[in-house]
């Protein structure tokens, strides 16, 4: 357990169950007692929204200290994170956002948290604005009043939601990098940025490009850009991947009905043009075979 093995002692340990039925409760709580863990596993309010957003808000409202870490079950944190932090959070003591390099790891491979934490270069986040972040939420260290100031994350989002945070941030503050490699990121091939239909990367597209008032018209018009590229090139392409050429037309339909028209046409003509030049190549080499 990753936060068991951290060199620095003094923290808190705050677990917010989403009302599960499998005995995951009870099995963080025997966790932090074998461990002896400050802390405490929480349920989240049955009445309120389901997700990761409303899990991590409860989760910083339950919180005792001043400076905020996430994890989330499956990632790990590097035995030094919370020991390199604190003395980031030292040298910088009028820094309210702090972020550090993570390493992916897939589903199943072994991580030795014991090597010694390799140093990292300068990740920047000055990329945000182009759709390039830099930060899972693992890897951010924040001021949790600075963070409850901002309203944390929007639970209207699903799947963008630290990505909207990190932009919101960026307007307001500086982001300080922490120069270490102190998360481990489990990736799986279906997640919630991975694997879905395109209707899915369409509907939170479309919600983040709402939600977006506070940038400037120019930064706007960035934040719009990558993600029109990143709905034409990995997610259009990632649906028709899991799910074939048809699974396309909901996310379709969802870009038209909220003007995003460009956007929608671009996506069918490239997808529909791939497709078609398939055939093509499929027919010519059926009759070639056969005058052979």
């Not at 009870?26 to 899990?55: C, H, I, M, W």
């Not at 090597?115 to 000055?126: H, I, L, M």
């Not at 706007?220 to 990995?234: C, E, I, K, P």
Request: proline share 2%; hydrophobic share 40%; with cysteine.
């Amino acid at each position: 357990m990753s936060l068991a093995n951290q060199t620095y002692k003094n923290f808190e340990v705050i677990c917010i169950d989403d009302n599960s039925e499998d005995g995951s409760f009870e099995l963080a709580v025997a966790l932090l007692k074998k461990y002896d863990l400050n802390g405490e596993v929480f349920r989240k309010p049955a009445q309120s929204k389901r997700g990761v957003s409303t899990a991590r808000n409860f989760g910083v409202e339950k919180a005792g200290g001043e400076w905020i870490c996430f994890l989330d079950s499956d990632d790990l944190f590097h035995k030094n994170k919370l020991e390199i932090a604190k003395t980031y959070l030292k040298a910088y003591p009028s820094g309210k956002c702090f972020y550090h390099a993570s390493s992916n790891f897939l589903d199943g491979e072994s991580i030795d948290l014991s090597q010694t934490p390799f140093e990292t270069p300068f990740v920047s986040n000055g990329d945000l604005l182009d759709g390039q972040n830099p930060m899972n939420t693992p890897s951010v260290v924040l001021s949790k009043a600075f963070f409850e100031g901002l309203n944390g994350f929007d639970a209207s989002l699903n799947g963008v939601e630290d990505y909207h945070l990190w932009l919101k941030i960026g307007k307001v503050e500086q982001w300080i990098f922490i120069p270490f490699t102190l998360t481990f990121y489990r990736t799986r091939a279906v997640s919630l940025m991975g694997g879905r239909r395109f209707e899915h990367y369409a509907i939170q597209s479309v919600n983040l490009l709402k939600k977006l008032d506070f940038l400037s018209s120019q930064d706007f018009g960035r934040v719009r850009t990558a993600v029109y590229r990143d709905l034409y090139t990995y997610y259009s392409n990632t649906s028709i991947k899991y799910y074939g050429y048809s699974s396309i037309f909901g996310g379709l339909f969802i870009l038209i009905r909220n003007r995003h028209l460009v956007i929608a046409l671009k996506v069918f003509y490239n997808k529909s043009k791939n497709l078609f030049l398939c055939w093509v190549f499929k027919v010519l080499r059926k009759g070639s075979k056969q005058n052979n």
